[in-house]
């Protein structure tokens, strides 16, 4: 009987142990996504992503964000991820209809349809985590947040995660650590807009660099409202309405002084002085930017059009733009229209010196135009009094 007894308080001490062991670990982890992995973001909206593909006709940069066509091949960001390097991860917006799509980052060694870090979108607004895992198989992940607290996001299960329309999602690479985020916009007291991140997974497996930003698109037609890079260890973003060239102390002092105008009005010869100003890139400020069309050709036969153009902007400013448009003027039957073609070619080569259009897809509305006009519209951003817009020229259509 008294040996019993020990039994049954042994026993009972174990249970007690055990529970005390699985209330520290629950707690533990709920600290440690909670509290520990709280991130306040900051996005830059001039670090959009820019994504080429084999075909540039399956993806389109709109006013509402990156149009991708069904294809069966992937998606790549313009610059790679290495370690130490400018970029360590992006965040992105999905958009309400988003589906059957996946997103992540890419190595060169990855096979077809997989990635070895991305978040593979099924519909109803849920994904699952895939990585290539220390068997060299892409398997789905338990999901850290899910795992560590019974949240309605999980959906009661481990590898399962629901977004909401307003959501960011993004992976982010801190120490050779796999981070998957969750990024939500909040309002302060005083109104401004802030953005909290919250670290819902971190994988355990090491990444092999470089790295790209990758989508594979395969089932449908898809739009992704924004995409953005995360430039430094915790995000380097917050919504930039401007933006200014900053030139340092030593810079400024190398710079030019402007040339020292008479205070006597010199009379001129008017004749091409306003040509001449509208061409001119000297004496500008470091944040102007322009674009100027010089010359041009259309080959009717072939259906080209050639631009010749001079600007102040660098290679990086045209990398960094959303879209560049070739706008066509008709006038048909008296009515001004236009149409707008995308120049994908800046993408891979960011340069607008030289310009070649094939515009053989509307050549049906050149029909019986004696001439028509161009002009051309650098997109930096949704606002389109912020777009950089060039002469426009006349162009003879010999018919």
């Known amino acids: 009987m008294i040996h019993a007894n020990k039994l049954k308080i042994i026993f009972t001490f174990i249970i007690i142990l055990v529970l005390i062991f699985l209330f520290m670990y629950d707690k533990s982890l709920k600290e440690f996504f909670y509290s520990s992995n709280k991130l306040e973001i900051n996005i830059n909206r001039k670090n959009n992503i820019l994504f080429l593909t084999d075909d540039l006709e399956k993806i389109t940069q709109i006013n509402k964000g990156t149009f991708l066509m069904k294809h069966n091949k992937i998606f790549k960001s313009n610059e790679n991820i290495n370690r130490n390097f400018q970029y360590n991860g992006f965040v992105f ?3 309400v ?3 059957n799509i996946k997103i992540g980052l890419y190595n060169d060694n990855d096979k077809k349809d997989e990635m070895s870090f991305y978040f593979d979108i099924k519909e109803n607004k849920t994904f699952n985590i895939k990585e290539l895992d220390f068997d060299n198989k892409y398997s789905i992940q338990n999901i850290d947040l899910c795992l560590s607290t019974e949240v309605k996001k999980c959906l009661k299960k481990k590898n399962v995660y629901t977004y909401h329309d307003n959501e960011l999602l993004g992976i982010m690479i801190d120490n050779d650590k796999i981070n998957y985020l969750s990024i939500n916009k909040t309002m302060d007291s005083d109104n401004n807009i802030n953005y909290i991140g919250n670290i819902i997974h971190k994988s355990i497996h090491i990444p092999n660099y470089p790295l790209k930003v990758s989508i594979y698109n395969t089932k449908n037609d898809n739009l992704i409202d924004a995409a953005y890079w ?4 915790y995000a380097d973003f917050i919504p930039n309405e401007w933006s200014v060239e900053v030139i340092d102390s030593y810079d400024y002092n190398k710079e030019e002084l402007h ?21 001119s890139l000297e004496n500008l400020e470091p944040w102007d930017k322009k674009i100027f069309i010089t010359g041009s050709e259309f080959n009717s036969e072939t259906n080209i059009l050639k631009l010749g153009t001079k600007t102040n902007m660098t290679e990086d400013n045209i990398k960094y733009l959303k879209n560049v448009l070739v706008n066509i003027v008709l006038n048909i039957d008296g009515i001004e229209r236009t149409l707008s073609i995308p120049y994908y070619e800046y993408q891979i080569k960011p340069n607008l010196t030289t310009m070649e259009i094939d515009i053989s897809k509307y050549s049906n509305y050149l029909l019986n ?3 028509f006009r161009s002009y051309l519209e650098l997109v930096r951003s949704d606002t389109q009094n912020k777009n950089i817009i060039s002469n426009d020229t006349k162009i003879i259509n010999i018919v």
């Open 93 to 95: 917006k999905p958009n």
């Open 97 to 99: 209809n988003l589906k």
């Open 230 to 233: 995360i430039t430094n260890s």
């Open 259 to 279: 040339p020292k105008e008479s205070l006597v009005e010199d009379i001129e010869d008017t004749n091409n002085l306003e040509e001449e100003k509208e061409y």
């Open 369 to 371: 135009l004696g001439e």
